[in-house]
């Protein structure tokens, strides 16, 4: 789902991963979800599995365990909201998955499930 309007202030994206049909059953997740802000803007990020959610940090990176998991999980929901930049370069100043070009042999984006 993405959802943004030419000057909004807030922009919002996620992801769904369904892996119900398939009978496996998550043991961990892992989630890499590198952001970079500028100015007064803002990334906030979490992940949400059945009526469990757990919010990002600022490092991006987030790693859950069976115990963490909702019983039998079998759907997982990571969404992000990008806000408060000001002025004509608000869209600007909060990003996801920035990275240089002298970088790209690492992963801004990753979602690493393992099963049992």
Same mark, same amino acid.
């Given at each position: 789902?993405y959802h943004e309007e030419e000057k909004s202030s807030v922009g919002e994206i996620s992801w769904v991963? #369904? ?8 043991? +961990?997740?892992?989630?890499?979800? /590198? @952001? $970079? &802000? ?5 990334? &906030?990020? /979490?992940?949400?599995?059945? #009526? ?15 115990? #963490?998991?909702? @019983?039998? $999980? ?5 969404? $992000? ?8 370069? $608000?869209?600007? @100043?909060?990003?996801? =998955?920035?990275? +240089?070009?002298?970088?790209? #042999?690492?992963?801004? =984006?990753?979602? @690493?499930?393992?099963?049992?």
């Amino acid at each position: 789902m993405y959802h943004e309007e030419e000057k909004s202030s807030v922009g919002e994206i996620s992801w769904v991963v #369904d892996w119900s049909h398939t009978g496996l059953k998550a043991i +961990s997740v892992l989630i890499v979800f /590198q @952001h $970079a &802000t500028f100015e007064s803007g803002s990334v &906030t990020w /979490q992940l949400c599995t059945g #009526d469990k959610c757990f919010l990002g940090n600022k490092e991006g990176v987030l790693e859950l365990f069976q115990c #963490d998991l909702e @019983h039998e $999980a079998s759907i997982i929901e990571l969404s $992000a909201r990008l806000l408060n930049g000001q002025g004509e370069n $608000a869209w600007q @100043h909060a990003q996801l =998955f920035r990275q +240089s070009d002298s970088s790209l #042999d690492q992963f801004p =984006f990753l979602i @690493h499930i393992k099963y049992n």
